[in-house]
């Protein structure tokens, strides 16, 4: 059964916390991504990793930094979180980069006081 | 500026009805795929089209093989359980950068 998990799926931190999010494929896909979601808008992409140890900004990876030591393994780092930080998180896979589609995971959402 | 365009933002249909909803693209695009957000929160893929059409029971998607500039979602016979939020996203064929642009979302409300 082809899945992406995630972990946890709600997270509360309070400002200045270090916040680690976890998410897995069992599909030995090559390509990871993390978004975020916030209120009435669609995703946005953080960051990308093409494999292990090869990761690529996205759209706004400022205040986050990445990690993907196993290729089934993509976490998202946030330290020092910041209240605009506040938000639902998702983690997806795909075969290879372009052209592939994406396979998304259930969400984290991330609440920082 | 917004390369995925959207609409409607919100519609009401009543049970038993058809729709459409469309995304108009800024750009040409390499793919397509559209997703359902249900109230929990979670991602329902939905159809992912490199061109032409795709059919899954009521629900009935197309891409513009052409130009690749706009895709649509039909809905068929409306039930309370296709309520939620429905996301287009897309791949930009020039890119050299795998990542999805998303739409800004229809908010769907099937009323009996």
């Known amino acids: 059964d082809m899945k992406v998990t995630q972990m946890p799926r709600y997270l509360i931190k309070r400002m200045g916390e270090n916040v680690l999010l976890e998410c897995g494929q069992d599909m030995s896909h090559e390509t990871m991504y993390w978004y975020r979601q916030d209120p009435g808008l669609g995703l946005q992409l953080i960051y990308i990793?093409?494999?292990?140890?090869?990761?690529s900004e996205g759209d706004i990876p400022k205040g986050y930094r990445v990690s993907r030591k196993k290729r089934e393994h993509f976490s998202l780092i946030l330290d020092s979180a910041k209240t605009n930080q506040t938000s639902v998180y998702f983690c997806a896979s795909s075969l290879l980069g372009l052209g592939y589609e994406q396979y998304f995971g259930p969400g984290t959402r991330l609440t920082v006081l | 500026g917004d390369q995925v365009e959207q609409s409607p933002s919100a519609l009401s249909l009543h049970e038993g009805t058809d729709s459409a909803l469309r995304c108009n693209f800024t750009?040409?695009?390499?793919?397509v795929q559209w997703f359902r957000q249900n109230s929990r929160g979670s991602l329902i893929s939905l159809f992912y089209l490199a061109s032409g059409t795709k059919e899954n029971g009521r629900l009935k998607s197309a891409f513009d093989s052409k130009e690749r500039r706009y895709s649509t979602l039909h809905i068929r016979d409306a039930q309370l359980e296709d309520s939620g939020t429905y996301f287009c996203a897309a791949e930009i064929a020039s890119s050299s950068f795998s990542k999805l642009v998303f739409g800004q979302g229809t908010s769907l409300s099937v009323v009996p």
């Open positions: 750009t040409t695009m390499r793919s």
């Open positions: 990793s093409y494999d292990v140890d090869s990761n």
